[in-house]
């Protein structure tokens, strides 16, 4: 039987439509600025976000990276939440290519406090650096897939313009948040000045990330993405299974969000696990366990459900287009006979 593989929403395969769409796919160079399809994906793209212009990049990482290096000069200071993406998960990139100081802010469930980001920002003199760019991540996927509201979003919009500061939203899984708000993208994402938003995730397809922005940031953010090795030359062949991802499959994330809930409704009274319910908000799952992570990835692991450990006592899991409701149940039935067994055989001390 089929692995139920609740790793992560990036595991999702690309679609039939999508193999077809890249077999009629235009093709050009895009390093030579000729490729039709992504430039066709980088005008929906730009439409779709309310921005005057994208640009087609081969990862999210990529994507927010640029930005920062676009927002920011050297030494300058960025703000984000203390577990987001860019700071976490992009391997110290801030110091290492835009060579920027961050001041993590605590959070409470990764929605970032407009207070805490004020206490933090920085004038620049003779002894200080200046801050010049806040970072938000919505939905915040270290906190277990939480939403940023339209409201907070706008007063940090507001703290950052005070002080002269520029937005950038990693918005890897923006379109779950508007999906589960049921308002359109552009009302999250107009209180930004730039967003990185993945295709490769819910969307579904196989590769790739838009950066949006100003006509102007866009024109840098290409120099960017070419130092960086990011030039690809035929990338319609990609960029067509991203048009399939922003035109079809935005709307199905209720699905994954459905299904979150119902795993959430089945696990959360399990002995031996506990899940926060203000944090089951769209397809991530962040559960705590008196056991180390590690036993129930294990245990799991061989009846068939894979996931990972997201700390030592706390796993993820994430729902997507490659897990239907068949596996959701089956997901169910192993954790509450894992659940069972490890309530009868003590915690090894
Ligand atoms: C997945 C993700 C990214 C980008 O990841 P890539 O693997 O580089 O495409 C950025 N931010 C968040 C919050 C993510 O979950």
Redesign the pocket.
């Known amino acids: 039987m089929k692995t139920v593989d609740l790793r992560s929403d ?1 595991v999702t395969r690309p679609t039939k439509e999508m193999f077809d769409a890249i077999l009629k796919a235009d093709l050009g160079d895009d390093v030579l600025g000729d490729e039709p399809t992504v430039q066709k994906l980088e005008r929906l793209a730009a439409e779709m976000a309310g921005k005057e212009a994208a640009v087609y990049v081969p ?6 990276q640029i930005a920062i290096c676009c927002h920011t000069q050297p030494g300058d200071v960025i703000i984000a939440e203390e577990e ?3 700071l976490y ?2 391997v110290g990139a801030p110091a290492i290519l835009a060579n920027v100081i961050t001041r993590n802010v605590p959070s409470i469930r990764g929605i970032l406090d407009p207070d805490e980001v004020e206490k933090r920002v920085m004038q620049r003199s003779l002894h200080t650096p200046g801050s010049t760019l806040l970072c938000i ?1 919505n939905t ?2 270290r906190a277990g897939g939480t939403i940023t509201s339209i409201e907070r979003m706008k007063e940090l919009n507001a703290v950052a313009r005070k002080h002269g500061m520029k937005v950038h939203l ?1 918005g ?2 923006v379109f779950n948040a508007a999906v589960a708000l049921g308002v359109p993208l552009t009302s999250i994402i107009s209180h930004v000045d730039s967003v ?1 938003m ?1 295709l ?2 819910g969307l579904r397809s196989p590769v790739g ?1 838009v950066l949006c922005g100003p006509t102007e940031f866009i024109e840098r953010a290409r120099i960017w993405r070419k130092r960086l090795g990011g030039g690809m030359r035929q990338a319609g062949i990609l960029a067509a299974c991203g048009i399939v991802s922003l035109t079809k499959m935005v709307d199905r994330l209720a699905e994954d969000h459905k299904r979150c809930r119902t795993l959430f409704a089945a696990l959360k009274d399990l002995p031996g696990l506990t899940i926060d319910p203000e944090t089951v908000q769209t397809n991530i799952l962040i559960v705590q366990s008196q056991r180390p992570a590690v036993e129930w990835v294990k245990a799991l692991g061989e009846k068939g459900v894979d996931f990972f450990p997201f700390g030592e006592y706390r796993f993820r899991l994430v729902l997507h287009a490659d897990v239907d409701d068949a596996q959701v149940e089956r997901a169910i039935g192993a954790f509450k006979l894992t659940a069972e067994h490890f309530a009868k055989s003590p915690a090894a001390v």
């Open positions: 990036t990862s999210g990482t990529m994507g927010n987001a993406h860019i998960y992009e991540e915040h996927n990693d890897a899984r990185s993945c490769s995730k990330s």
